[in-house]
């Protein structure tokens, strides 16, 4: 299966690929992943962009289970979870290019062939900016509300 975008092609295998040769990276320079129990790991993105979650999701549990769950069942797992990661941010309106976290607990259950996803811990993270926009506003508000009761008050006392 090959996907043609804008001229480019692109195909799932090559991601795989990719991503099982950057498992030794992540295994030495990118805390991703702490285990639980020897079957069961806290996956972590760090910040990223939330247009690459879905590669830092897999990247992720390609380091933390590709020694003991089959190449098939990750990726099964992996893409049924990030159609529901992907879900959750849009609802929450979390756009592509805003800055997110994603932590997210994970177990494999050998009898069942199947990697199981706890609830997914999804943090957005805000500029400098931003909060002082979100802060301003909030205060405007908040005194705008607080000056109109106190001229009520002056209008009712005389």
């Not at 795989?16 to 040769?21: F, G, I, L, M, N």
């Not at 009898?111 to 301003?136: A, C, M, N, R, S």
Request: with cysteine; aromatic share 8%.
């Amino acid at each position: 299966m090959v996907i043609h975008l804008s001229g480019k092609s692109w195909k799932p295998s090559e991601d795989v690929e990719r991503d099982k040769a950057r498992v030794a990276e992540y295994e030495h320079i990118y805390p991703g992943f702490s285990f639980k129990t020897p079957q069961a790991v806290e996956l972590r993105t760090g910040i990223i962009v939330a247009a690459r979650f879905a590669d830092k999701v897999r990247r992720a549990v390609f380091a933390a289970f590709g020694k003991i769950v089959p190449e098939n069942v990750i990726l099964r797992d992996v893409a049924e979870f990030n159609k529901k990661l992907y879900d959750e941010l849009v609802s929450r309106g979390i756009g592509k290019i805003d800055l997110v976290r994603i932590s997210v607990e994970v177990s494999y259950d050998p009898e069942k062939q199947k990697l199981v996803f706890g609830e997914p811990k999804i943090e957005k993270l805000y500029t400098e900016e931003e909060v002082k926009g979100l802060l301003e506003k909030l205060v405007e508000e908040k005194c705008g509300e607080a000056l109109k009761k106190i001229e009520e008050i002056k209008k009712i006392l005389g």
